[in-house]
C-alpha cells in the first residue's frame, strides 16, 4: 500500500506535536516536583528548629541538673518563666503591704532512657472522715411475691461519692458574766468585780481567731491567692471585709512568729555547712518614691529540717554578713562576689563552696557551639552525680562520705580541669564555651571544696528549689508593699515552707502555734519549731 507524502508528512507533523506537548507537560511536572521539594526542606528547616525550641524548654523546665541563673526570681519584669502546672494563672497584681530543681543530671538522663512510668490516676481517699447515709428499701417491700414471707438481708452494695462542704464563717461570741455586788449593798461599799478569763489570743485586739488567721496566711503564702481575692471569698461566705484590715491581720500574724523564724536561723547558722542564694523583688518605697530593687534570700542546712527566707534592702555584703553574723563554716552558693565579702566581714577561715550544677548549666548552654566538648565535660561532671548517688543509696556517714568523695571523685576533677585547661584556647573569649571554662577555672577552688567536707553538696540546687514555691506564686504579687512587709512575707515562708519538710499541716501549726506563741515561755521557744511541734503538739492539735 503506498502511502501519500502528504500523509507522512501530516503525520510527522502531529507526532512532532504530541512530542512538543509531553515535553511541556513534563517540564511543568518537573518544576513542580522542584518546587514541592522545596517547601518539604523549609517545612523540614522550621520542624528542626521547634523541635530545638522545644529540646532547649525542657532542658531548662527541668531535663538536667543546671539551674537557670535567674530562676526563682520574683516578678522582675525582665524575666520570663513559663508558669507550672500547678501554678494559677495571673490575672491582676497585688500592691498590699503585707507580701509584697533541677534533678540529679544523671538520674534524668536515666529516667529518660528507661521511661519512667507515670504515676497511676488513682484518688487516695484515708485521710476523709467517713458518714454512712443508708438507703434501705421499705419495710412493705421486703417480702417474697411467691410466698408472702419476709425477706432477709443476704448483702449489702457500698459505693463512696467524694462531697465537698463549703465552707463557712461563724461569729463566736464570747460572753463573761460580771460578779459583784447587788444594787443595795454597792451603795455602801466597794467589791471588784468578778468575771472569767478570756482563752488566750492570738493577736490582741483582734476580731480574727487563730484558724482564721491560719487560714489567710495559707492561702496567701502557700496558695498564692492575694488579698483582694480572698476579700471576694469572704464576701461571698457574708463578710464584708477590706484588704487592708486582712493586711494588717498579715503582719501582725507575722510579727507574732517572728521568734521562731528568728530560732530557726539561728539554727541554720550553727551548722557546718550552709547553702545561701538570692533573688530580687522590687520594693514599694513609699508615696512619691520610686519602687527599688529589694533581694529575698534564702538558706538551707543540710543537717536541720528547715529552710530560712530574710528579706533585705539590696544586695551589699553588709547586708548579707548582718543576716548571718554568727556563722562559722563552709558557705555553698553560686559564686557571686558578694557571699565571698560578706563571709571576709564575718570571721576568717570561712570556705566557699561552688556549685557543680551551675556548671553543667554553663557547658549545656555551650552545646550547640561546640557539642563534642560540651558533651565531654557533661558527661564527666554525670560522674560526680553517681559517687553522690553511690553514697546515698550506702547511706554513708559524714567521713565515709568524703572517703569516697577522695577516691572517686578527685581523680574526675581532675580531669574536667585539665581539659578545660587544654581547649580553652580553641573558642572565641565571646563564645558561651569559653565562658563555661572560664567559670570553671575561676571557681576551681570553690568547686573542690565539697572533697574536704563530708556533709557539703556538689550543687546549690536545695536553695533553688527553696525559692521555687516563692516563684509559684510571682503573678500574683509583683512587689512587696514595703520594707515591713517583705519581712513580714520572709517570716511566713520560713515557717511554711520548714512546715513542708516536716511533714507537718500549715494550717493546723499556724492556728495551734498563733495561741501558744503569746504564752510559751521564750526559754522554750524550741518547741515550736515545725519539726519539734509535730512530735509534741500535732496530736493535741487534732484532738481541739
Given at each position: 500500500?503506498?502511502?501519500?507524502?502528504?500523509?507522512?508528512?501530516?503525520?510527522?507533523?502531529?507526532?512532532?506535536?504530541?512530542?512538543?506537548?509531553?515535553?511541556?507537560?513534563?517540564?511543568?511536572?518537573?518544576a513542580a516536583i522542584a518546587d514541592r521539594d522545596t517547601q518539604i526542606k523549609k517545612l523540614a528547616g522550621d520542624i528542626a528548629v521547634l523541635q530545638q525550641a522545644v529540646k532547649d524548654l525542657l532542658a531548662r523546665r527541668g531535663g538536667g541538673c543546671g539551674i537557670p541563673e535567674r530562676q526563682g526570681v520574683l516578678f522582675p519584669e525582665s524575666v520570663l518563666q513559663t508558669p507550672s502546672p500547678e501554678a494559677p494563672a495571673a490575672d491582676a497584681t497585688e500592691a498590699d503591704d503585707?507580701?509584697?530543681?533541677?534533678?540529679?543530671?544523671?538520674?534524668a538522663a536515666k529516667d529518660k532512657k528507661a521511661g519512667t512510668?507515670?504515676?497511676?490516676?488513682?484518688?487516695?481517699?484515708?485521710?476523709?472522715?467517713?458518714?454512712?447515709?443508708?438507703?434501705?428499701?421499705?419495710?412493705?417491700?421486703?417480702?417474697?411475691?411467691t410466698t408472702g414471707k419476709p425477706l432477709v438481708q443476704t448483702g449489702e452494695k457500698v459505693f463512696e461519692e467524694v462531697d465537698y462542704r463549703r465552707a463557712k464563717l461563724v461569729v463566736i461570741r464570747h460572753r463573761q458574766p460580771i460578779y459583784g455586788l447587788p444594787p443595795e449593798e454597792k451603795k455602801q461599799r466597794d467589791v471588784a468585780p468578778v468575771m472569767a478569763e478570756l482563752p488566750p489570743r492570738p493577736l490582741e485586739n483582734c476580731a480574727a481567731s487563730a484558724n482564721l488567721l491560719a487560714q489567710l496566711l495559707a492561702q496567701?503564702?502557700?496558695?498564692?491567692?492575694?488579698?483582694?481575692?480572698?476579700?471576694?471569698?469572704?464576701?461571698?461566705?457574708?463578710?464584708?471585709?477590706?484588704?487592708?484590715?486582712?493586711?494588717?491581720?498579715?503582719?501582725?500574724?507575722a510579727e507574732a512568729l517572728k521568734p521562731i523564724a528568728q530560732r530557726l536561723?539561728?539554727?541554720?547558722?550553727?551548722?557546718?555547712?550552709?547553702?545561701?542564694?538570692?533573688?530580687?523583688v522590687m520594693c514599694q518605697a513609699g508615696r512619691g518614691q520610686p519602687n527599688f530593687q529589694a533581694y529575698l534570700w534564702t538558706f538551707v542546712n543540710p543537717q536541720v529540717k528547715a529552710v530560712v527566707y530574710r528579706f533585705?534592702?539590696?544586695?551589699?555584703?553588709?547586708?548579707?554578713?548582718?543576716?548571718?553574723?554568727g556563722f562559722r563554716g563552709m558557705l555553698v552558693g553560686d559564686g557571686y562576689s558578694g557571699n565571698r565579702a560578706a563571709a571576709d566581714k564575718i570571721a576568717d577561715g570561712i570556705a566557699m563552696g561552688g556549685c557543680?550544677?551551675?556548671?553543667?548549666?554553663?557547658?549545656?548552654?555551650?552545646?550547640?557551639?561546640?557539642?563534642?566538648?560540651?558533651?565531654?565535660?557533661?558527661?564527666?561532671?554525670?560522674?560526680?552525680?553517681?559517687?553522690?548517688?553511690?553514697?546515698?543509696?550506702?547511706?554513708?556517714?559524714?567521713?565515709?562520705?568524703?572517703?569516697?568523695?577522695?577516691?572517686?571523685?578527685?581523680?574526675?576533677?581532675?580531669?574536667?580541669?585539665?581539659?578545660?585547661r587544654r581547649l580553652r584556647s580553641q573558642f572565641s573569649d565571646k563564645g558561651l564555651m569559653a565562658k563555661a571554662m572560664d567559670y570553671v577555672r575561676n571557681s576551681r577552688k570553690e568547686l573542690r571544696q565539697f572533697l574536704r567536707e563530708g556533709l557539703a553538696p556538689i550543687d546549690n540546687n536545695a536553695c533553688e528549689r527553696a525559692i521555687r514555691p516563692?516563684?509559684?506564686?510571682?503573678?500574683?504579687?509583683?512587689?512587696?508593699?514595703?520594707?515591713?512587709?517583705?519581712?513580714?512575707?520572709?517570716?511566713?515562708?520560713?515557717?511554711?515552707?520548714?512546715?513542708?519538710?516536716?511533714?507537718?499541716?500549715?494550717v493546723s501549726y499556724f492556728a495551734d502555734v498563733l495561741v501558744r506563741v503569746a504564752t510559751h515561755p521564750t526559754s522554750h521557744i524550741d518547741d515550736l519549731l515545725p519539726a519539734n511541734w509535730a512530735v509534741k503538739f500535732s496530736a493535741v492539735s487534732a484532738l481541739v
Open positions: 500500500m503506498c502511502v501519500s507524502p502528504v500523509a507522512l508528512q501530516l503525520e510527522n507533523e502531529s507526532l512532532k506535536a504530541q512530542l512538543v506537548a509531553r515535553d511541556r507537560l513534563i517540564g511543568e511536572r518537573d503585707g507580701t509584697g530543681e533541677e534533678v540529679n543530671v544523671t538520674r512510668p507515670r504515676k497511676p490516676r488513682v484518688m487516695d481517699t484515708t485521710g476523709l472522715p467517713r458518714e454512712d447515709r443508708l438507703h434501705d428499701v421499705p419495710e412493705c417491700k421486703r417480702i417474697d411475691p496567701k503564702f502557700a496558695d498564692h491567692l492575694p488579698l483582694y481575692r480572698q476579700e471576694a471569698i469572704f464576701a461571698r461566705a457574708g463578710l464584708r471585709i477590706s484588704r487592708q484590715t486582712l493586711c494588717d491581720w498579715a503582719l501582725g500574724a536561723l539561728h539554727y541554720v547558722c550553727s551548722g557546718v555547712v550552709m547553702q545561701l542564694d538570692d533573688t530580687p533585705t534592702a539590696g544586695r551589699a555584703s553588709q547586708l548579707l554578713a548582718d543576716e548571718i553574723r557543680w550544677a551551675h556548671v553543667n548549666r554553663k557547658f549545656r548552654d555551650a552545646e550547640k557551639e561546640a557539642p563534642g566538648t560540651a558533651k565531654l565535660i557533661r558527661d564527666e561532671i554525670a560522674k560526680l552525680y553517681e559517687v553522690e548517688r553511690e553514697a546515698d543509696e550506702q547511706k554513708l556517714d559524714r567521713e565515709a562520705r568524703m572517703a569516697l568523695r577522695r577516691q572517686k571523685s578527685r581523680p574526675i576533677l581532675s580531669i574536667i580541669f585539665s581539659r578545660t516563692v516563684a509559684i506564686g510571682r503573678n500574683n504579687w509583683l512587689f512587696a508593699g514595703s520594707m515591713r512587709g517583705g519581712r513580714a512575707a520572709a517570716v511566713i515562708y520560713t515557717l511554711i515552707e520548714s512546715c513542708k519538710l516536716a511533714g507537718v499541716d500549715i
